[in-house]
């Protein structure tokens, strides 16, 4: 299978370039040039086989033949071993509540989902291109990728690791893991500024060719770990098709059924695992994109404009404050039957007028397929409230965002398909909110708040957020948003 530029079918390339790539040389994403199926009877098997076989399968589907089933198994079982028991367990909160729960990794977020195997991927991607260059991974994080790009690439032979974050804009857990991550080939940095300007900044470096010119003198080339690398993207379709098929195994469903999923939604690469995993044949009805505060993606499905004049507000969900969605660059090449030279456009209007807006016949089909909705803050911590006070169950606020969007939904439809909830964070990251919401009593810090939401819940800390606060910081800088070119040059300089 190879993979095309959104912005240039003719770019295709395989999918060992795409890795190391990250983006298309013309500035689009990668996308596979055509979806693999899973037939029924593929689904039928799946129920059968544990996670890391089931992830193989998948990614051998997209990968092959430049990468073969056998060392995509070896990544996968590389990559379970990171986790602390079932990589994704779905479960039954109650009579058709199902929260599918990516956190079981060694960061307590999704991304560990797809950071735990993309290192072995771009490590063979490497080889497979005979590329000896040192690669430098730049990643802007709003708090979750930051971690689980560091903790996936710890130490990984020949590639280094630099991660940029906002300064202001992640919970103190998400700061703690960062700044005391440890390994010889990384670096971290807050940036004064929110997301945005920290995903500006990265991408402004990937399109400097100047920049990456001088690099590559030195033998570095640059790539990412965002989820516009497609080896960052494929790894999370496993998970829709793994929630399905141990729903199909506890007969709550049986195999055709379609279901729906609720994803709390940033920068669009979650929700678009999702919906591959619905091209490639998983029978899906509807996928809930619920955003926070910051509903730019509630506006876009409604009316068909993105519109990025808007003001930029500070969550509860932190990783989910995001104006600029990436990925939704590769929803719309899908939308406009693959016209390259629309998104192009649409693209080009973005980057020069801040917004761009798509004609009723796209509107129409999105809105087949997806809901959007958002949650406020006060819905978000009664949500966790109500969720908690309901089932003893508690959520994370990103998690509680969707759970309040499927309500929203519920009370303006009626669909009986049974709904996963997608659940994409341990509370215990945003341990002050989420003590405070369950509670209404207000933590010091986010140490001691770790600690009281355990008390107040009977919730046990998970093991990768324990002990946080007896670890030393290494990286307290905080740096300009236009200094981080020269950070990087300085850095590298060094590897
Ligand atoms: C990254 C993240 C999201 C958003 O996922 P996208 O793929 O960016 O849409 C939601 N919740 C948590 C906890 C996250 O870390």
Known sequence: MNYISTRNKKHSVSPS???LDGIA???GLYVPE????FSTEELVIFREIP???RLARVLERFLAPDFSFEELY???LRASEKFDGDECPVVKVDEEIYLLEL???ATSAFKDMALSVMPYLMQAAKKKQKDDLKTLILVATSGDTGKAALEGYRDAEGINVMVFYP???????QKAQMTTTEGKNVFVSAIEGNFDDAQAAVKSIFADREFGALLLKKGIELSSANSINIGRLIPQIAYYISAYVDLASSREITVGEEINFVVPTGNFGNILAGYYAKRAGLPIGKLLCASNKNNILTDFFRTGEYDTDRTFHKTVSPSMDILVSSNLERLLFEFTDRDDKAVTELMTDLKEKGKYSVGNTVLTALDREFFAGSADEKAT???????????????????????SVLEEYLSGETDDTKTVIVSTASPFKFARDVYEAVSLLKAPNAFTALKRLENFTGAEIPEPLKDLDMKEPRFLGAIKKDAVKDSVLEYAEKI
């Open 167 to 173: 300064n202001d804009g992640v919970s103190g857990v």
């Open 34 to 37: 055509k979806f693999p199926v």
């Open 51 to 53: 996670y890391a076989e």
């Open 74 to 76: 070896s990544f996968a």
């Open 381 to 403: 911590k009664e949500t966790i409230m109500n969720f908690y006070d309901a089932y003893g169950y508690v959520l994370d606020p990103h998690t509680a965002v969707a759970v």
């Open 17 to 19: 370039r795409a890795i």
């Open 103 to 105: 956190f079981h990794g």
């Open 25 to 27: 040389p013309d500035g």
